[in-house]
Nanobody, 121 residues
Framework: QVQLVESGGGLVQPGGSLRLSCAAS????????MGWYRQRPGKERELVAS???????NYVDSVKGRFTISRDNAKNMVYLQMDGLKPEDTAVFYC???????????????WGQGTQVTVSS
């Protein structure tokens, strides 16, 4: 089975930076769409940034110019570089990926367990 594991979260001051990483492992045939979601306290989970297999990226308006998503297909990893962090960015960040397996050529959705990002002075 596929597993997504996030890392890189932590406590940072406003204006600081963090780099999140997500590693996918398992009997992976191909990874298509990948993205980072965040869930802020008392709010719905939202898609923050996404990247297609062709490298096309999209961002929610609130993070444009501050966050950068990237991927390394050879390593089955996706990253989120977060600069100029604001208190309202405080959330649990989740890695998401659409993946086909070697054994079964079905497109499936996978989620990481989440990593906490706290922006506070």
């Amino acid at each position: 089975q596929v597993q997504l594991v996030e890392s890189g979260g932590g406590l940072v001051q406003p204006g600081g930076s963090l780099r999140l990483s997500c590693a996918a492992s398992g009997s992976i045939s191909r990874i298509y769409f990948m993205g980072w979601y965040r869930q802020r306290p008392g709010k719905e989970r939202e898609l923050v940034a996404s990247i297609s297999s062709d490298g096309n990226t999209n961002y929610v308006d609130s993070v444009k110019g501050r966050f950068t998503i990237s991927r390394d297909n050879a390593k089955n990893m996706v990253y989120l570089q977060m600069d100029g962090l604001k208190p309202e960015d405080t959330a649990v960040f989740y890695c998401y990926a659409q993946i086909t397996l070697r054994e079964v050529q079905h497109l499936n959705n996978y989620w990481g367990q989440g990593t906490q990002v706290t922006v506070s002075s």
